[in-house]
Structures are given as C-alpha cells and as structure tokens.
C-alpha cells in the first residue's frame, strides 16, 4: 500500500467493517490504476440513494461515491465510483441523494 504525493490518491487496499444500525462490510483497492470498493451492506432504507463518503480525518470527508439498496435496505456489489480516497481513510459515512446524512459508519477493521 502506498500514497502518492504527486497524484493524492490513495492506491492501497482498506477493508472497513460497519456499525450499528448497520452491519456489514467495505472493501477499498486500487488494482492497475483503477479504484473500486465493494459492499456487503445491510440496515439501510429500503430503495435508497446513497453517496458513500471517504474520511480522511475529523476535518475532511469527501463522496467517492454511490448506489441504490435493495428492498430490503442491502447492497451487495461494487460501487460506482467517481474519485479515489486522497490518503487511508479515519473511516467511511453514509449520506441520502439529498445531503441528510444516514446513521451507521465504517471504521477500518483490526486484525
């Protein structure tokens, strides 16, 4: 794993595993360049816009990117994506389509 400096992008690897009210699990990786990070995610509303958000610290967070859950509130696949994490993220947030940020988050997992 490795930050470039030059570039500010974030080309590691970053697994995050999701709490209460939701559970689940993100995986962040940069292979060849490309980004992609993939969900198993449960808890949310049910047909739901979501900006997934990237944050670098207490100060700074960003959308990465977004999707739509399932009936049941779950998404489990890979994200669209449109920009990398800037550095190895303090963890992850949820917000709707309209900016209202959604309870849960993901912190990166230990061990």
């Known amino acids: 794993m490795y930050a470039s400096r030059s570039a500010h992008l974030y080309r590691g690897t970053e697994r995050f595993c999701l709490g209460s009210p939701l559970s689940g699990t993100a995986k962040y990786s940069v292979h060849a ?9 449960h808890g949310f509303p049910p047909k739901t816009g979501v900006g997934l958000d990237w944050i670098n610290n207490a100060a700074r967070g960003y959308m990465i990117g977004a999707f739509t859950t399932d009936v049941s509130g779950s998404y489990v696949g890979a ?17 709707r389509a309209d900016g209202a940020g959604l309870p849960g988050a993901g912190k990166p997992c230990s061990g």
């Open 33 to 41: 360049g490309t980004p992609s990070i993939v969900l198993d995610v």
């Open 79 to 95: 994200v669209r994506m449109f920009r990398l994490g800037e550095v190895r993220a303090a963890a992850i947030r949820f917000e």
